[in-house]
């Protein structure tokens, strides 16, 4: 007798194991969101006096108001013109003599900041301030900060600073914590440094 | 010579569900690459507000995630329509956030302790009242790393 073809299986019930699955899944599972803006907080030490004396011009202020009205430099402007003004402010390198900006490429305005590494942009909002006025506010001052420092890597190192930052701390890149790499870093870093103080 | 059966094809074949598996496992598939495992059942509206300067948050191991929003409208009548904190699974209130850092410390090496970033994530309608509250908080205890949860996109989506 020849041997019959052995039956073939009956698929349906693969499709209840698999549905079974996926609803397990679907229901225990989300789609987490992992991305943010990474800040610093200052350390609380007893409020000492305004240290050294900061000169005027070197303050970059933004207020922000329970009606979420944006005021810099005890002007209204919008949320669209910041990040120039920011950039601006930073980059503007009024200073002479020891305080002079050999890299930076802006006005040289004498009554606005110095130097990237003295220029601080002080930051207050009120309670009734919205928290997402308060991340588009943060977002543009910390574009600033990146626009200023991309160009700098660009120019002495030719890639920009998150594209290093991502190589130092990449496993799989070759200058995964590499010394050399952890300078340059730290060179931009030194050379625009983020200042952002935020009042209380 | 061979017998020729003559065919009655006078019915349609049955389709063949040998497919259907693979369909759903390829929906399952998607499924576990694309989520995590769910740490915490949000008893706040959440919704985060947009910025394009964001960074991926690795090492989710070293990350305390503090949320803060409205209560969902079941809870609204125990908790108010004001916003709140929720840590680990409990509606809290700002004084418990130290028990929790000491907490979430506690449970850590010894060396990674100093890594550990706090992950905040408020709802886009919530006050910098509260927000401000907790970041003095965390000053309090030392934990400076903070990061402001956030989906990536255009910030003119956060007015309205």
Same mark, same amino acid.
């Given at each position: ?24 899944? #679907? ?10 803006? %990474? ?13 050294? $004396? &900061? ?7 933004? #207020? ?6 944006? #005021? ?29 900006? *050999? ?5 040289? %305005? ?9 220029? &601080? &942009?002080? #930051? ?6 919205? +928290?997402?006025?308060?991340? *588009?506010?943060?977002?543009?001052? $910390? ?34 914590? *590499? ?12 050379? +625009? ?8 | 010579?061979? /017998? ?33 495992? @769910? ?8 919704? =985060? ?23 969902? /409208? ?15 699974? /409990?509606?809290? !209130? ?14 850590? @090496?010894?060396?990674? @302790?100093?890594? =550990? ?21 965390? @000053? /309090? ?6 990061? !402001? ?12």
């Amino acid at each position: 007798m020849a041997r019959r073809a052995s039956p073939e299986v009956n698929a349906g019930s693969m499709a209840d194991i698999a549905f079974l699955l996926l609803i397990f899944f #679907l229901v225990t599972t989300t789609i987490e969101t992992d991305t943010g803006l %990474n800040r610093k907080l200052p350390p609380i030490d007893d409020e000492q006096t305004d240290p050294p $004396v &900061i000169k005027q011009k070197n303050i970059f202020t933004v #207020l922000i108001n329970g009606k979420n009205q944006m #005021l810099v430099e005890d002007e209204l402007m919008e949320l669209k013109d910041l990040r120039k003004a920011a950039v601006e402010f930073l980059d503007n390198g009024g200073g002479t003599g020891e305080d002079a900006c *050999s890299y930076c490429k802006g006005k040289r %305005n004498p009554a606005s900041s110095d130097n990237p590494d003295k220029a &601080i &942009i002080s #930051l207050k909002n009120e309670r009734e301030t919205t +928290y997402s006025m308060y991340i *588009s506010v943060q977002n543009e001052l $910390v574009a600033a900060y990146n626009i200023l420092r991309n160009r700098r890597a660009e120019e002495l190192y030719g890639q920009s600073f998150a594209e290093m930052e991502a190589a130092y701390d990449n496993t799989q890149s070759p200058q995964f914590k *590499s010394e050399k790499l952890k300078e340059q870093i730290e060179r931009i870093k030194i050379e +625009y440094p983020q200042k952002l103080s935020e009042v209380q | 010579m061979a /017998k020729f059966n003559k065919k009655k094809s006078s019915e349609l074949p049955p389709i063949s569900t040998a497919s259907l598996p693979d369909i759903v496992f390829m929906l399952l598939f998607f499924f576990m690459v694309a989520t995590v495992m @769910r740490e915490n059942t949000l008893k706040i509206n959440n919704v =985060l507000p947009n910025a394009d300067q964001v960074e991926k948050l690795d090492k989710k191991d070293l990350v305390m995630y503090i949320y803060v929003g409205q209560p969902v /409208k079941e809870l609204q009548g125990r908790y108010g329509k004001e916003s709140v904190i929720q840590l680990n699974d /409990k509606i809290s !209130y700002v004084s418990d956030i130290k028990a929790f850092i000491a907490a979430e410390r506690a449970s850590k @090496r010894e060396e990674l @302790r100093d890594y =550990l970033t706090t992950a905040l994530k408020v709802d886009k309608d919530a006050n910098m009242g509260l927000v401000g509250d907790i970041k003095q908080e965390l @000053r /309090k205890e030392n934990a400076l790393k903070i990061n !402001y949860t956030t989906r990536e996109g255009d910030i003119s989506a956060n007015q309205n």
